[in-house]
């Protein structure tokens, strides 16, 4: 047991005890030019941890890359929900704002959740919708009605 604390204790500061043996001097360590051997000890010790981690951990370290690389590649809709999202879309162009309650209805008939119909909903006015001017006026005069009836 002796033997084995010994052989650590040298492993660990062996470097350190040679290079202050050899007198180097403040020049030389300030040079930066050479790697003395402290700074490669706990490289080399780094390097050996990293092994054994990998020589431990590695296959499952490789399945979790696989897993991760596999990430569900984002497709389309399916096209009966694409459908019947624009059905509801042509119908309410005016205003293809969906209730909560509508959301809901084409939730359960579509098959997506409400965050897909959501996103599909954002999606669409930004791509596809263009409010007419006369819709933009009312729009903001309504807000600026509910600002200056209030007297």
Request: aromatic share 10%; glycine share 6%.
């Amino acid at each position: 047991m002796r033997n084995k604390d010994y052989d650590q204790t040298s492993i660990c500061f062996g470097a350190k005890h040679s290079a202050d043996e050899g007198g180097a001097s403040s020049e030389e360590d300030l040079s930066g030019g050479e790697i003395d051997g402290q700074e490669a000890q706990p490289r080399s010790e780094d390097r050996d941890l990293k092994d054994r981690l990998l020589r431990r951990f590695g296959s499952h370290i490789s399945t979790l890359k696989l897993e991760f690389s596999k990430k569900k590649k984002k497709g389309k809709l399916p096209r009966e929900a694409r459908q019947t999202l624009l059905d509801w879309w042509s119908v309410h162009y005016k205003w293809p704002y969906p209730t909560e309650a509508d959301k809901i209805a084409l939730a359960e008939t579509t098959g997506l959740d409400q965050k897909q119909i959501n996103n599909w909903f954002i999606n669409q006015r930004k791509r596809h919708w263009k409010p007419s001017e006369s819709m933009q006026f009312a729009v903001m005069d309504n807000l600026s009605g509910q600002f200056f009836t209030e007297e």
